[in-house]
């Protein structure tokens, strides 16, 4: 799977494509199971699965004449992980500027005195 | 609950804000004074940040270089674009893992907010490429590259 995270960020952004996801890791469903909710054609749908799968976060099956979908674990992950990482480093640093400021408030108080 | 939000815009930013108990001026002068950002700007413990060179007006060079005392290390590079003492800095930074990443995009504000502050960052997401390579060094510890990256890269 050759999933990009920017892939995975833009297929994010359409809420029809989040909305499917969300339907989609309640489990496999086909592309006339995943229209159904939608006011959309099943061309339309597809063409919002085939954005979904080009960027890794969903993967389809063929299953007689039918591809049902399903969520890719990988693609998913990957998007998790980079922002997971980054909130991570953030929040540490942020932590460490919150001393900091008490540190120079505490001081100014001091000076007033 | 952490004060602090990351959310994702479009396919291409992702905003941070964070709430700080102290005056803008105050949270305004920990991002750009040399020996306050060496306070902070840290990642993992056991990282310091032994250079920190931050020529804060507009076209001002900024070089943050990062070392676990342990021979590893890696650094940043930037530029400030524009200043507004207390609101508002944009700058442009890069990461070198030797290698340089393209060029990110950052707007950082700072709004009174109640006693505090209100610290908004606006980054551009880095091309997928830069954002597998800061997955693919220094990972060991989950953030070897920690703000920077954040700060910069995206």
């Known amino acids: 799977m050759q999933a990009t995270l920017d892939a995975a960020f833009a297929a994010l952004a359409d809420p029809t494509r989040r909305a499917i996801l969300a339907r989609l890791a309640a489990g496999e469903a086909t592309v006339m199971e995943l229209a159904e909710p939608f006011a959309m054609t099943q061309p339309a749908i597809s063409q919002h699965l085939k954005v979904l799968e080009v960027a890794g976060l969903i993967q389809s099956r063929i299953h007689g004449t039918k591809r049902p979908r399903r969520l ?11 922002l997971a990482m980054l909130r991570k480093a953030l929040e540490a640093n942020y932590d460490q500027l919150d001393q900091v400021l008490a540190n120079i408030e505490g001081k100014k108080r001091g000076e007033k005195r | 609950m952490s004060k602090m939000t990351l959310t994702t815009e479009g396919d291409s930013h992702v905003i941070v804000t964070r709430h700080f108990a102290a005056s803008p001026e105050a949270v305004y002068r920990a991002h750009i004074d040399p020996k306050l950002i060496q306070q902070w700007m840290l990642g ?77 960052m606006r980054m551009t997401l880095p091309d997928a490429k830069t954002r597998e390579m800061m997955l693919a060094t220094g990972m060991e510890s989950g953030m070897e590259a920690s703000y920077v990256r954040l700060e910069g890269l995206l």
């Not at chain 2, 530029?79 to 340089?100: C, G, T």
Request: charged share 25%; proline share 8%; glycine share 12%.
């Open chain 1, 72 to 82: 890719s674990k990988a693609g998913i992950d990957a998007m998790d992980q980079w």
């Open chain 2, 44 to 120: 993992p413990e056991g990282w310091t940040m032994p250079v920190c060179i931050n020529d804060a007006r507009p076209g001002g060079q900024i070089r943050y270089e990062w070392s676990n005392g342990k021979g590893q290390g890696f650094y940043l590079t930037g530029e400030f674009l524009e200043l507004e003492p207390y609101r508002r800095i944009v700058h442009v930074e890069r990461m070198h893992l030797p290698d340089p990443t393209p060029d990110n995009h950052i707007e950082t504000t700072f709004e009174a907010n109640g006693s505090g502050t209100l610290m908004t």
